[in-house]
């Protein structure tokens, strides 16, 4: 088992990494995460649901 680093519903920022852009906004996880982990979250500002990686208790690394 992986230690869960942060419950749903809980805030965290998404970060989108494509060559030298960045691009984040903050979103709503809609599952528990653990490092590694690919969750599903929902961005606060558009509500448009998205996968990303869970790097740490507050950080998800979309996956395009």
Do not use: C, H, W, Y
């Not at 494509?18 to 500002?45: C, F, H, V, W, Y």
Request: aromatic letters at 2%.
């Amino acid at each position: 088992l992986r230690p869960v680093i942060f419950k749903n519903k809980s805030i965290v920022q998404a970060v989108v990494r494509d060559g030298a852009l960045t691009i984040s906004t903050m979103a709503e996880p809609l599952e528990d995460g653990a490092p590694n982990q690919i969750i599903r979250a929902r961005t606060l500002k558009t509500k448009k649901e998205l996968q990303g990686r869970v790097i740490d208790a507050k950080t998800i690394e979309v996956v395009l």
